[in-house]
């Protein structure tokens, strides 16, 4: 979808207040929306789908996956979680997620950044490598 | 077999404790060859992704929120919601020894179905152009075998000669005869037959051109013996446009390892206008802003980066060279027009072919006035010079003269002699297509028409006369001709035996 320079503007100017000592804040969210909704401003919609999108991304670099081949013990988690937090701030939020087909092993998504050292992984490297 | 077995067990312990880490994206939308890509927040420009399907890309637009990228390949299997992942690589290209003789595509593909290529290395795309300390000037030559060319816009090894002109008017064949005559004499040189010889390896980069067109080009590369020497990259019109906008730049690759290893090498890039297109259709594409006959702002970088890579190089950096023979096709013959006046301002001269001359017959059209060479005089060897330094002011006088002449025939005998003189060297500057003519045997001809040998044959056999004449130089009166290879230049003896050999080619061939 192409959206207009101004409503690429508001969007951002929305995102910017949206933070609160540098973490989302859900309060300040959603009073944003509704006084959008409210005053509803030229592109209103518009700024909203550009606003949402804007804020998924925010979601999604501060929230991890973690996928494994098998459900993981209470003690893993936790010490996953710890070693996570410890990286990227006590405000991740975390999911975790079953995959058999990972074979084996872990992978691990935070925004853009995985670390995999699952099996699945390990024999597309084999592959490549032979 | 067991070592084989270790191997893989090895690789496989190195695995057991590693974890990668890679950054990805995920695909948002794909279309028209290009990828919209939201994460791959460590991009880097030009760097080479990895699409989960193995299909590969390459970054070339940064914003804020997504990465647009070109699709490498069979854009079918990139897929809405398909991960995305960096490699750290720049996309390379095999280049060396290995691909001479061979058509590749862009990424240095096997095209010709004579299986895998054994490269020695790969270089990246994109590279800077050597810079001023590593430069020397241009003094060694091209010999093109084209008569007109090496006489009047002669070309140096690193210099980047624009061959310009409308559809039809022999631009391509320029470029294949040159291709051939530097072919003939890699094979004269690696038969010791010309001294402190160094071979010139050429690759031929065909962008946006019919298939039709390459394979007819592979096939007189062939049947002339300069398929050995000469490497094919094939970007034809049947292929993507982001694949035509990245072969110049792999041919760029495959010459720079000849001048980075101490060889020449010439690069044709056919042609200059078409890859300008698919930049242009890249572009818009990727949501670029647009500019002067909706091509980007940086399609003038586009063309000086990379031609900026043809140099000569001093000894310490190799000593190679890489001359360039873009290509532009005018419409109209109008020169003046956006892509044609940017490639003109960025080389160092332009052979300028006349659709008007091609039909008069004159072929090669060179159009003597509009042609000029800005570095190559300091590349012609002394013999050339010597017999050849007036002729573009004769030429030049003699267009002059016919334009006044056709009003009058009361010509004085000053005038009359100029014409009849410039009549003679526009029969003489006439070739075949595919047969380049020895620099020796050049001089021998230039020297006659000079010396007025060529002053009682009638126009329309000169000719025939210029062809008896090689003839009978080749055959009868080698050893002139290996003189003036060796000596590069003619002296008072070598005048003198030309001139008996003209003498007695003229009594026993009475015009």
Redesign the interface.
Known sequence: MKINKETRQLSKALLRASFTDGQLDRGRISALVTSLIEKKPRNYVRVLDAYK??VR?EV?KRSATIESASELTPDVRAEVLANLRRKYGIDLATQFVVNPELLGGMRI?V???????SVR??LA??QQ?? | MSTILEDIETQIAGLKTSTSKSNVGVVRDTGDGVARIEGLSDVMLNEMIEFSSGVVGLALNLEETEVGAIILGDTTRVMEGDEARTTGKLLQVPVGKALLGRVVNTIGEPQDGKGPIKAEASYPLEKIAPGVIKRRSVNQPVQTGIMAIDAMVPIGRGQRELIIGDRGSGKSAIALDTIISQARLNKAGEDGRIPDFRPLYCIYVAIGQKSSNVARALAVLEANGALQYTTIVSAPASDTAANQYLAPFAGAAMGEWFMDNGMDALIVYDDLSKHAVAYRQVSLVLKRPSGREAYPGDVFYLHSRLLERSARVTEEAGGGSVTALPIIETQAGDVSAYIPTNVISITDGQIYLETDLFYQGVRPAISVGLSVSRVGSAAQIKAIKQVAGKIKLDLAQFRELAAFAQFGSDLDAGTKARLDRGQRIVELFKQTQYGPIPVEEQVAVLWAMQNGYLDSVPVEKIKAFQLKLQDYLRTRKESILNTIVTKKALDKDLEKELAAALDEFKSTNPV
């Open positions: 999108r804007l991304l999604e998504r925004g853009s950044d995985v670390w995999d050292s992984n390990r490297r084999l490598q032979l």
